[in-house]
């Protein structure tokens, strides 16, 4: 017999599933959160959480917002069960479960003119973002923003309904200056480096393009903090209920399986006020920098790491692929060769110590990480984890010959087909390009390398151009397994 999640069957979860500790009723939005998928929800939702079950913050609970038609597929899940979302914890030899009630409305995903309106209620004092490292609007060759986009320049048109988050949070900020309200802190929470500048310069950028002194006003007024985010939290599956339903006996539309390990790093820059999240364990510092370049490079570098060579190597989970001697050695030689040199001190912290936390999460057998999931979106993934270590160590004089070969096995995986000869299925946005021009690589490597707008200069420097065309043309003449055995013997 299973409890189906509700706000009226609360009172009646299973034994073994938490619930919250406060009383939801009296909870009162003051933030609007853009972007409500599976970290959302394992991450931030869950601070809150803590929060409120301390007695404090009521006033700082979340309203859901999105500017995509898909995400009202996600809306009406948490509609079902009254905006409520059971986290489950995983790793080896521990499982637990929680109901989070931080959520207490959810606006129509789209419905630009409900969302401006809640912006402008000066009860909304933050507007967070999880919209993922391709919402940004983000030149991949730059690392800027790009005015010319045309969804962009769509905004800026006179009268234009806004369609992207820049635009509906522009025209909320917009609507509270002409109404004499405090403007809201905007905080990003997505994984990119800077994502606090990055959001800047996107919201400043589209208003530059409309009015030189709304652009300064929101340069000047509104406090955009930088944040280093971690958590590890797969895609929902039909997998992730069944163990619900079946371990729990709890029945939740949209759970969300993630690891006990979550680390939150904010700058502390707000307009208008802040929840006590030091109080749950948010660590609030002047430069989220280091911690943030770290993460970066170390956690998102390793997972491009391990990710194309067991994708390659028709390997399903992350954890399987942590069992594989070939790939567990790629990202610990990688790493400690060529990546983690390129990391400067970050206080409090032992690089090697956080190195091997790494090596342990992604060894988790209980979370069901996918390689597919890592493989995701190399295009916008590779100029943020990836090429800008290449940069530095081309920069330094130093040898790219690892880093090349994650390059190459990245083509390899975009030509479509793994090792074996079974089919890839579209895994990036911009999939028939990258397809195309892996293609074109495997007699040309330097068809790969030309794709200007994401290797920039480092595709033209004749060390990284010779060490990936030797490191691709290996890969199709021996494949990945004969391809790595060399490069961790010293020979490739």
């Known amino acids: 017999m299973t409890v189906k999640l509700s706000s009226s069957n609360l009172s009646e979860l299973p034994a073994k599933v938490a619930g919250p500790t406060y009383d939801r009723s009296a909870l009162k939005a003051g933030i609007v959160h853009f972007g409500v998928g ?8 869950v601070y809150l959480d803590d929060l409120f079950g301390q007695g404090i ?7 859901g917002a999105g500017v995509f038609e898909s995400e009202k597929i996600g809306r009406g899940k948490l509609e079902e069960q009254d905006w409520l979302t059971t986290v489950v914890e995983q790793d080896e030899g521990h499982m637990s479960a929680r109901v989070t009630g931080a959520m207490i409305d959810f606006l129509t995903p789209g419905d630009a003119g409900a969302i401006v309106e809640r912006l402008a209620d000066p009860a909304i004092k933050i507007v967070s973002l999880t919209i993922t490292e391709g919402g940004y609007f983000i ?4 690392g800027v923003f790009n005015p010319t986009h045309p969804d962009i320049v769509a905004d800026a048109r006179a009268g234009a309904v806004p369609k992207t988050v820049f635009g509906i949070i522009l025209a909320g900020l917009v609507r509270r200056r002409q109404d004499g309200i405090v403007p809201f802190t905007v ?15 996107g919201v400043i950028g589209l208003a530059r393009l409309i009015d030189d002194d709304l652009a300064n006003w929101v340069s000047e007024k509104v406090a955009f903090p930088n944040a280093m985010v971690d958590r590890i939290t797969p895609a929902t599956s ?3 209920r069944k163990i619900l339903a079946d371990d729990f006996g709890l029945e939740d539309n949209w759970p969300v399986f993630c690891e006990p390990f979550r680390q939150w790093v904010l700058e502390d820059r707000f307009t208008d006020g802040r929840p006590p999240l030091e109080k749950v364990g948010v660590q609030f510092v002047r430069d989220v920098a280091p ?4 993460k970066i490079r170390i956690l998102n570098g390793g997972h491009a790491t391990i990710a194309y060579p067991a994708g390659l190597m028709d390997i399903h989970f992350v954890h399987e692929a942590m069992q594989e001697p070939l790939v567990r050695g790629f990202l610990d030689k990688l790493e400690h060769d060529e990546i983690i040199p390129t990391v400067p001190p970050v206080p409090d912290t032992v690089l090697e110590d956080y190195y091997r936390l790494i090596e342990k999460r992604f060894s988790n057998p209980k979370i069901g990480d996918t390689i597919r999931r890592l493989c995701l979106d190399g295009s916008n993934r590779q100029p943020k984890f990836i090429i800008p270590t290449i940069a530095d160590r081309l920069k330094a004089g130093k040898s790219v010959a690892g880093l090349a070969l994650e390059s190459a096995l990245w083509c390899r995986y975009c030509f479509g087909t793994t090792d074996s000869g079974a089919v890839i299925e579209p895994n990036d946005p911009s999939w028939d390009r990258m397809q195309a021009t892996a293609r074109a690589a495997k007699d040309a490597p330097a068809a790969w390398l030309a794709m200007d707008d994401i290797y920039g200069d480092v595709g033209r420097a004749a060390p990284f151009v010779e060490a990936f065309a030797h490191a691709l043309k290996t890969l199709w003449a021996d494949g990945t397994r004969a391809t790595l055995t060399r490069y961790l013997a010293g020979k490739l």
Not at 57 to 63: F, K, P, T
Not at 291 to 294: D, Q
């Open 38 to 45: 599976n970290f959302h929800r394992s991450h931030q939702a």
């Open 57 to 63: 913050g009521h006033d700082w609970a979340l309203v």
């Open 139 to 142: 030149d991949p060759a730059s």
């Open 187 to 201: 905080m990003s929470c997505d994984n990119i480096p800077h994502n606090g500048h990055v959001t800047s310069d």
């Open 238 to 240: 039909d997998r992730e």
């Open 291 to 294: 911690y943030e370049l770290m």
